[in-house]
């Protein structure tokens, strides 16, 4: 079964930190991986989408890597602000066109 | 629309009644889904159009669930004699493509529709 696995579940760190969240996944074989945000009580807002030829995606203060190898991705947040507090999920797309999450990882940014 | 549309947003239902829930894609995307994300749970996978047609079924949880996309856009998710199990956020998402046509696949969700089970 293909699986994706956030770490941590949970974050909290002062204003103003760099900070990285983790996202691991068991099927090399992607086409695509994606970091969204979700805030309470709504839908999921697309951050960054990496194709599977690339390394990278940058936007903003956010950084998305991919490393297809080793089953990684990680989110780089620059500079946290209060506002970046919600639930961040990876997801890929498999062969089968399939997109699987994972659980997220709800971050805090303490004012 | 500029965005995709779920309604309704919020929906609380005795068990054993039926209930739709209906997505309206962004214009022109051809690829629709629907997830299921239970409190406290990941987002869990029911189904996929590609038009009209479902090419995977397989993430439905039962034969209670059923969906159906008409004319390329708008999509129903009707839930059967509903169970307490069934209360949970119902999202939809669309995407230009099918992912593998163009390898690009950017997924764009609606607000979700959250289903109560009494």
């Known amino acids: 079964k293909q699986e994706v696995t956030q770490i941590p579940a949970a974050l909290s760190v002062p204003e103003g930190e760099n900070l990285v969240l983790n996202c691991s996944f068991t099927?090399?074989?992607?086409?695509?991986l994606q970091w969204f945000r979700q805030d309470p009580g709504k839908g999921l807002t697309s951050l960054l989408l990496?194709?599977?030829?690339?390394r990278e995606q940058t936007s903003g203060r956010l950084n998305a890597s991919l490393d297809k190898s080793s089953g990684r991705s990680t989110l780089y947040i620059a500079a946290s602000q209060p506002g970046d507090s919600a639930t961040y999920l990876c997801?890929?797309?498999?062969?089968?066109?399939?997109?699987?999450f994972g659980k997220g990882t709800r971050l805090h940014i303490l004012p | 629309g500029a965005g995709v549309s779920q309604s309704p947003s919020n929906k609380v239902t005795e068990k054993g009644k039926d209930v739709e829930l209906r997505c309206d894609p962004i214009?022109?995307?051809?690829?629709l889904y629907w997830y299921r994300q239970s409190l406290g749970q990941g987002l869990e996978f029911l189904i996929y159009f590609q038009g009209n047609s479902a090419p995977d079924k397989s993430g439905l949880p039962s034969d209670r669930f059923s969906a159906e996309r008409t004319g390329g856009s708008v999509s129903t998710l009707t839930i059967q004699r509903t169970q307490q199990e069934d209360s949970a956020v119902y999202l939809c998402a669309s995407s230009l493509e099918a992912f593998r046509t163009l390898n690009t696949g950017e997924l764009f969700f609606g607000e979700g529709s959250r289903l109560t089970v009494l």
């Open positions: 099927d090399s074989a992607i086409y695509n």
């Open positions: 997801a890929f797309l498999n062969r089968d066109d399939k997109i699987i």
């Open positions: 214009s022109g995307h051809t690829a």
């Open positions: 990496i194709q599977s030829s690339q």
